[in-house]
């Protein structure tokens, strides 16, 4: 195995060069088209979205590590119905971690610790815990020897990741205590934040402190930290840009994994000029996704693609006349309460029950009682008529 790295020292620039116009117009960018995005749609009906977007964060983020879990079988995995075979099993159980994870993420309140060794530790903890036993066990290549992962724990031996050896394992806290002095959002500008939750992404990729779970890890830190600068929320996902552009992805963390190339790249260890090209490519990558959503979340659009879905099911007797516009209702005022949709649809009452019988059955509304206030819901089956484009047909 190739020298490893021993000092923090060696990991330097940890940001690119003050004055990075492009980077600066960049995230200039992501704060417009993220406040945008996030005024258009009801709160309550961001909230249901947002849960379809972790199952699609958590379908790209796998899917980066090759693990290629169909979304129908991640919706299952969430209501506990898995699959007999057992290697399909053990993936539903990942993508469900992975999902539940996201999930402590986004109720969690205090978002000044997102670059900590401890969240760091706690990321990798709580995901690996509920991994079964054959996911928690890796490959030495060197010695063919198999090593259980810790959930939690860093790595307590060497290891080379592709052409990249990262810090031996006796040197990993000293590079995590530089990666949160350096990242550490209490001094920098919110355009200066952004971009360092791109520069964050990278190195701590290049630390690689875990045996294995370090991509996933990061990306879950990473959607943490683009909520902590304000521009991330749970109506988009960076893991499907970069799942989409996966190759391009590897190859710019390659890039910045390398030396200074020459006096005029930085005064670090590593190339400032290929930190700030995979900077630039995190963000525009961020931006495109930003954008796919606010298209495919625009309300006009979203509701006229909800009215097409719901008439060709009434048109095949799937559901009753009517049901167009409660769904509407839901779109536009998050909730529709029961005793109003006489009123919306002009029905008798056990008509009115009737459509509200035959949207709950078809996973298009839910309800937190039985008798309660309905709202949307978006099961997979409806997911390519409302989403088109958000999966790869399957």
């Not at 910045?256 to 700030?276: H, M, T, V, W």
Request: charged share 20%; with cysteine.
């Amino acid at each position: 195995m190739a020298k490893s790295i021993e000092h923090p020292s060696l990991m330097e620039p940890m940001l690119p060069a003050q004055g990075n116009r492009e980077l600066e117009d960049l995230a200039v960018v992501m704060i417009e088209k993220s406040a945008r995005m996030a005024a258009q749609l009801h709160p309550l009906v961001q909230v249901r979205i947002g849960q379809l977007v972790r199952t699609m964060n958590c379908y790209y983020s796998n899917l980066i590590e090759g693990h290629n879990t169909n979304p129908r079988d991640i919706e299952l995995a969430l209501k506990a119905d898995f699959s007999n075979n057992p290697e399909k099993r053990d993936l539903q159980l990942e993508a469900k971690a992975h999902i539940e994870v996201q999930m402590l993420l986004d109720q969690k309140q205090n978002l000044t610790d997102t670059f900590s060794q401890a969240n760091i530790k706690l990321v990798h903890k709580e995901f690996y815990a509920r991994l079964p036993e054959s996911l928690c066990w890796v490959k030495n290549p060197d010695t063919d020897d198999t090593i259980a992962i810790v959930p939690g724990e860093f790595r307590a031996g060497d290891v080379m990741v592709g052409r990249h050896v990262p810090p031996k394992a006796a040197n990993i806290v000293a590079f995590l205590e530089r990666f949160e002095q350096a990242y550490n959002f209490a001094s920098l500008s919110r355009i200066e934040q952004i971009i360092t939750v791109a520069a964050a992404h990278h190195r701590l990729l290049w630390i690689h402190p875990f045996y294995d779970g370090n991509g996933r890890v990061t990306r879950l830190i990473s959607h943490l930290a683009l909520r902590q600068a304000g521009v991330g929320n749970n109506l988009w996902s960076i893991s499907r840009g970069l799942a989409r552009n996966a190759q391009l992805y590897k190859a710019n963390l390659d890039l910045a994994d390398g030396q200074r190339e020459g006096d005029l790249d930085g005064r670090g260890n590593l190339s400032q000029k290929q930190l700030a090209n995979f900077c630039v490519f995190f963000l525009q990558t961020a931006i495109d996704q930003i954008d796919f959503m606010q298209k495919l979340l625009d309300t006009p659009n979203l509701m006229q693609r909800i009215e097409y879905y719901a008439h060709s099911q009434i048109q095949a007797k799937k559901l009753p006349k009517g049901s167009v516009i409660v769904l509407k209702e839901a779109l536009l005022h998050g909730l529709v309460e029961r005793n109003s949709i006489q009123n919306l649809t002009g029905y008798a009452d056990r008509q009115s029950r009737n459509i509200v019988s035959s949207l709950v059955k078809a996973g298009l509304l839910g309800s937190d009682t039985p008798y309660g206030s309905l709202y949307l819901c978006f099961p997979q089956e409806i997911v390519e008529f409302y989403f088109p484009q958000l999966y790869p047909v399957v």
